[in-house]
Nanobody
Framework: QVQLVESGGGLVQAGASLRLSCSPSGRALTTNAKGWFRQAPGKEREFVAAITRVVGRTYYNDALKDRFTISQDTAKNTLYLEMNNLESEETAVYYC???????????????????WGQGTQVTVSL
């Protein structure tokens, strides 16, 4: 069964940057749209950003688009999330997810994605 594996999380100070990566196991989900979500303790899962595979159209949580950048390396079949100027309130588990196809009608909805990774912890200290 295909799995999504995130990496790149860790403990950083406020104001720092991190880059998260996500790759499917094997050569799978190569044409699927993908996204990033995050979930802080006691809160609902929140949309961060998404990208379609072929066209490379991007979608962002409006509150994050000035500091976060989603990208993909199609040759490596890897999804990235560059996060800058992190804030302590952004401590959360960050998940990547894959949609069932190239298309994303509602990129911010968790229901739009059929596969999820286990998540990577990002902790931002003051």
């Amino acid at each position: 069964q295909v799995q999504l594996v995130e990496s790149g999380g860790g403990l950083v100070q406020a104001g720092a940057s991190l880059r998260l990566s996500c790759s499917p196991s094997g050569r799978a989900l190569t044409t699927n749209a993908k996204g990033w979500f995050r979930q802080a303790p006691g809160k609902e899962r929140e949309f961060v950003a998404a990208i379609t595979r072929v066209v490379g159209r991007t979608y962002y949580n409006d509150a994050l688009k000035d500091r976060f950048t989603i990208s993909q390396d199609t040759a490596k079949n890897t999804l990235y999330l560059e996060m800058n100027n992190l804030e302590s309130e952004e401590t959360a588990v960050y998940y990547c997810a894959a949609a069932a196809s190239e298309y994303l009608t509602f990129p911010a909805k968790t229901d739009s994605y059929t596969k999820w990774g286990q998540g990577t912890q990002v902790t931002v200290s003051l």
